[in-house]
């Protein structure tokens, strides 16, 4: 499960995947402090064993070492995904005694330059002094960087970063286009040749390094044939949960309106997970439309992802469009072929996520 | 491919966790964004790893209580653990 616990950011990142109107009155109020617990247990009491503590930026909960113990106590494996601003040793070590299990900062680029204008915000030699502090303190460390066209060059560089820092894990993540990523396609997209190298200099890293460090690479899907299999299938094992208590079956789910979610407000999370008409639309196979039904690959991508059909296609229920065998497979190839005939230098200017920008997005529904 | 030795001391990684989990009525080993769920005879084993006991001490006690205990099969479910990060040994 992850449990969104805040909107708020100090960052800006322009792939966020937190929706474009997260500043609208649809994730107001924040759940309190007893409503996040009563979620943890009915979490575990469902079978969730995973909790990510995420947002925006976690951290700035100043009820996140309650959450924490609250987690700890019920046996809950907690995992902090954090951009480390403004986290100082004292804090990551009260949040190590309420029983933190793994830490995971995000990292925007190797050199400060980079990394500081990506996030929008100065905030490079505190996640290095973080990192450092997470590994003294004796958390597994999970070094996370989201991957696009400005950086992608950085692969090898990133992962030789995460070596030197002692990470266990290095998650290097394709940007997936929803949220503000998908509005910032044209400028995030990277070229077919940018993936190729890239990908060869994984492959090289992870042969050098073994299991020394494990190396998480994010498919850029719109790049692959078939669709990925998004969150293991629809409702299958996966949940959010939304700063005010909506319940996604993935963290992008909220931006398909031709669904209602629900709310731990007003539901125990048992009757969402098992009953709720959000969560069982799209569970199983019985809602896939031609060519998913006869495909045999339908137990292997579960006719990809939702988000991206209502994205692309405007429709939730077709086939995911990256599929090579979409009807809609023309409009991922449009994306594709744009980023090749456009420079990076003349490539389109992303929108940072901040809050006015997007209470503007709000405001226009 | 190489089995650890007799004398060598497993013990579960620091970041990974073993519990007993009421929903699936089993005992899971939890690790960064993932999980195991353990068969009886693996979940047994990993309660053995203490960080004192030796591969010998731990298979000298499964042979006290059960007839057909093999060595190199405690080893492989260690050492494949161990592959994943999720059991270390030490001296």
Partial sequence: ?365 | MSVVSSDAIPRVASKARLQWDEVRSRYVLLYPEGLVALNPTAAEIMGLCDGARSVADIVGLLKQRYSAVVERDVAALLDGLAAKGLVSYGP
Avoid at chain 1, 38 to 58: D, H, M, T, Y
Avoid at chain 1, 104 to 110: D, E, F, G, L, W
Avoid at chain 1, 202 to 227: A, K, M, T
Avoid at chain 1, 305 to 332: M, N, W
């Fill in chain 1, 1 to 365: 499960m992850l449990a969104e616990l805040t909107y708020k950011c100090p960052l800006q990142c322009p792939y966020c995947s937190n929706p474009l109107e997260f500043a609208g009155g649809r994730f107001k109020p924040e759940l309190t402090t007893d409503e996040w617990c009563r979620v943890f247990r009915e979490a575990k009491a469902l079978g969730v064993l995973q909790l990510g503590l995420s947002g925006g930026e976690p951290t700035l909960r100043t009820d996140l070492d309650v959450l924490v113990s609250c987690a700890h106590e019920l046996g809950l494996y907690s995992t902090l995904v954090t951009s480390a601003y403004r986290l100082t040793k004292d804090r990551l070590a009260a949040l190590k005694r309420a029983g933190l299990d793994h830490v995971q900062i995000s990292i925007q680029a190797v050199d400060e330059a980079l990394s500081d204008h990506v996030a929008g915000t100065a905030s490079y030699r505190e996640k290095i002094a973080a990192y450092h502090w997470t590994k003294e303190l004796g958390f597994p460390l999970t070094v996370n960087v989201v991957l696009h066209r400005k950086n992608l060059h950085q692969v090898g560089e990133l992962i030789r970063l995460a070596e030197s820092l002692g990470a266990d894990r290095v998650e290097l993540a394709n940007t997936q286009y929803y949220g503000w990523a998908y509005h910032n396609r044209a400028a995030l997209m990277p070229t077919k040749a940018q993936l190729g190298q890239a990908w060869q200099m994984v492959q090289r890293e992870r042969e050098r390094l073994g299991n020394r460090l494990e190396i998480v690479w994010v498919l850029p899907d719109y790049h692959e044939e078939f669709p990925k299999p998004c969150m293991g299938g629809w409702a299958r094992s996966y949940i959010t949960v939304t700063p005010a208590g909506e319940v996604w079956p993935c963290h992008a789910a909220g931006r398909i309106t031709s669904l209602t979610f629900e709310n731990v407000r007003e539901h125990p999370l048992e009757w969402i997970w098992c009953q709720s008409e959000s969560f069982n639309r799209f569970r199983g196979e019985h809602w896939m439309p031609e060519p998913c039904r006869s495909c045999p690959r339908k137990a292997v991508d579960f006719g990809g992802c939702r988000c991206q059909a209502f994205l692309i296609a405007g429709d939730a229920g077709v086939t995911d469009p990256v599929c090579s065998l979409s009807p809609h497979r023309k409009l991922v190839d449009a994306a594709i072929a744009e980023v090749e005939r456009v420079t990076a230098a003349e490539a389109a200017d992303w929108t940072y996520r901040a809050a006015p920008a997007s209470r503007a997005f709000a405001a226009k529904g």
